[in-house]
């Protein structure tokens, strides 16, 4: 009986060790390999936007347009509007292209820090992230999460924390945290 119940023990072990190589922790370069390995240029979101200054939390639905350099968030609920994070402005437009500004971020270098950060999560781009962000990943490449905390820079004196998970190959959620009590949850709709 003995060497039966070994044998049985043996066997279970080999399983574990085969589920275990199967599924292994991602490293930050690993993940961002997974994350630009389907590449989704256009998907639809949904954000909401908690602020101890709002009487609630605010929600917009609408379409990301990711590009290496820019992240366009067209809005459609609750009103139309466009805006577009670029390396060096942050640029707003009004329904049907009435309205527009800019704010460079030479003069705004905390909205530059959030931008980037935002920008750079929804691109997959997390080894640039890594300049600026301390980066922890949990789980492996079929559900996993990272979190995000900033290295002294503009950055940190705004941002408190950056959160990333998803799937597979795909970024669902992201949360931005910032040290003023203000949260924005933006979900990506598969």
């Known amino acids: 009986m003995k060497p039966l119940l070994h044998g049985v023990r043996v066997l279970c072990l080999l399983a574990l060790a085969g589920v275990a190589g199967l599924a292994h922790a991602l490293t930050v370069a690993q993940l961002q390999a997974l994350l630009q390995a389907a590449p989704r240029p256009d998907a639809r979101y949904e954000e909401t936007r908690e602020s101890p200054w709002l009487s609630a939390p605010v929600t917009t639905r609408g379409t990301l347009h990711v590009t290496p350099q820019s992240l366009e968030k067209r809005v459609e609920e609750p009103r139309q509007e466009t805006w577009r994070m670029l390396e060096d402005r942050l640029e707003w437009e009004g329904p049907g292209g009435a309205g527009r500004k800019q704010i460079f971020f030479r003069s705004t270098p905390?909205?530059?820090?959030?931008?980037?950060?935002?920008?750079?999560?929804?691109?997959?781009?997390?080894?640039?992230?890594?300049?600026?962000?301390?980066?922890?990943?949990?789980?492996?490449?079929?559900?996993?999460?990272?979190?995000?905390?900033?290295?002294?820079?503009?950055?940190s004196r705004q941002i408190d924390t950056v959160q990333l998970q998803g799937t597979d190959g795909q970024l669902r959620v992201l949360i931005v945290t910032d040290r003023q009590g203000e949260r924005t949850t933006t979900r990506i709709l598969p």
Do not use: C, K, M, Y
């Not at 530059?112 to 997390?126: F, K, S, V």
């Open 110 to 155: 905390a909205l530059q820090a959030l931008a980037d950060a935002t920008r750079r999560a929804i691109a997959g781009d997390l080894l640039a992230l890594q300049r600026d962000f301390t980066i922890v990943v949990n789980g492996d490449e079929h559900v996993w999460s990272a979190q995000l905390q900033p290295r002294a820079s503009a950055g």
